[in-house]
């Protein structure tokens, strides 16, 4: 694997304590950076200190949102040793986003070892407490300084990292979800699929009415018909109904979530009947009316599987599984942490080990 030059920080960090993180809020003491030059591709690949990037106003990121992003963990296993899970597909996927941006693609390979060597630069910084780990957030912004509706000429590539802890305050306890009427999130021939950062600002106004109401997330519908199932706003969703899973097909405008394939390889690999299809919202209620709803749920990165025990519509309101974890969204939790942490057996090969046992 490809070795890149180190500059390593002259002011050390303190390390937050890992009983008190908070998703997101502070940051190792390194990044990876690689260039992008028409003419000259991707280049300079390097680890420096964490620190701001220097901009020119004019960069095209800040005036046509040309950038796409990623996210995966790094976790401490029992023996001290630290892994990845599924990292080559973070790095696939984020060349799909790439390719309906305009943006270069990546050097696949290249890109993984960069990740890899910044996930060993800052292994004392994976944390080891239960439910803890390492988010590392691989992104590309475009910095060509000129207004104009076109694809840039510069990128950068940059991995940042930030120990973390559960992605919602109530841990695993089940969240409430309410099914937006109103905005559209993505429509088929756009930009659903990709991981960019328009979809979530598209996103925010619609997340910000469900919170005011007492809702953890929004379940959006379709942008054409407003009564097809699509994604939550973190991660995509599936529901368990007469004891088959049930979850929107990928059509082109519902991101293809590494944990949603992984949900779905564990199930199978369980001979349990899976559907990946269109769903109505009114196919759920009624689930839920007629006793056949038993478990719902989303799967992402961030919070991994995260039970829905109540989801609102309009003036409907309907509970799920009493209001509890179902057996299979535990089992689910279970197999796919048990495995990301190192302790169960990867049968799939879905883990990567990047820093030997102590």
């Known amino acids: 694997m490809k070795q890149f030059p180190i500059t390593r920080t002259s002011a050390p960090k303190e390390k937050p304590d890992p009983a008190t993180l908070v998703f997101g809020k502070s940051f190792t003491d390194h990044m990876f950076l690689m260039e992008y030059t028409e003419g000259k591709g991707w280049h300079d690949g390097r680890i420096v200190p964490y620190g701001p990037l220097s ?32 990292p080559m597909e973070n790095v696939q996927r ?10 270069p693609q990546l050097p696949e390979e290249e890109a993984l070892a960069g990740i890899v060597e910044l996930v060993k630069l800052e292994a004392d910084w994976v944390p080891s407490a239960p439910g803890t780990s390492l988010y590392l957030r691989p992104f590309i912004i475009a910095t060509t300084p ?8 510069d990128y950068i590539f940059a991995v940042i990292c930030s120990p ?3 992605y919602y305050a109530a841990g695993l306890n089940p969240i409430r979800i309410y099914v937006e009427d109103e905005d559209v999130r993505a429509v088929h021939g756009g930009t659903g699929f990709t991981k960019c950062g328009g979809n ?21 519908l379709d942008g054409v018909h407003r009564k097809y199932i699509e994604e939550v706003g973190s991660m995509n969703i599936l529901f368990q109904v007469g004891g088959t899973i049930l979850t929107p097909a990928l059509n082109g405008s519902v991101l293809a979530g590494i944990t949603r ?5 564990l199930l199978r690999s369980w001979k349990m009947p899976v559907e990946e299809r269109s769903i109505e919202v009114r196919e759920i209620f009624d689930a839920a009316r007629n006793g056949t709803l038993e478990e719902a749920f989303g799967s992402g990165t961030a919070a991994v599987i995260s039970p829905v025990g109540e989801m ?20 689910l939790y279970d197999t796919l942490t048990g495995i ?10 879905w883990t990567l080990k990047v820093v030997q046992p102590k």
């Open 200 to 220: 979530y600002a598209a996103s925010i106004r619609a997340g910000d009415r469900a919170e005011k109401r007492g809702y953890a997330q929004v379940l959006w």
């Open 312 to 331: 609102g519509w309009g003036d409907e309101h309907i509970t799920i599984n009493g209001g509890a974890i179902g057996a299979t969204t535990q089992r």
């Open 55 to 86: 901009l020119e106003p004019a960069a095209m990121v800040f005036h046509y949102a040309q950038e796409v992003f990623e996210g995966l963990k790094a976790y401490r296993t029992p023996d001290g040793g630290v892994q990845l899970f599924r």
């Open 94 to 103: 984020m060349n799909v986003s790439c390719e309906r941006m305009c943006i």
């Open 146 to 153: 000129a207004l104009g509706v076109h694809a840039a000429h």
């Open 164 to 166: 973390v802890g559960a």
């Open 340 to 349: 990301q942490w190192g302790t169960i057996p990867d049968p799939f090969g």
């Open 261 to 265: 394939k992984s949900c779905l390889a």
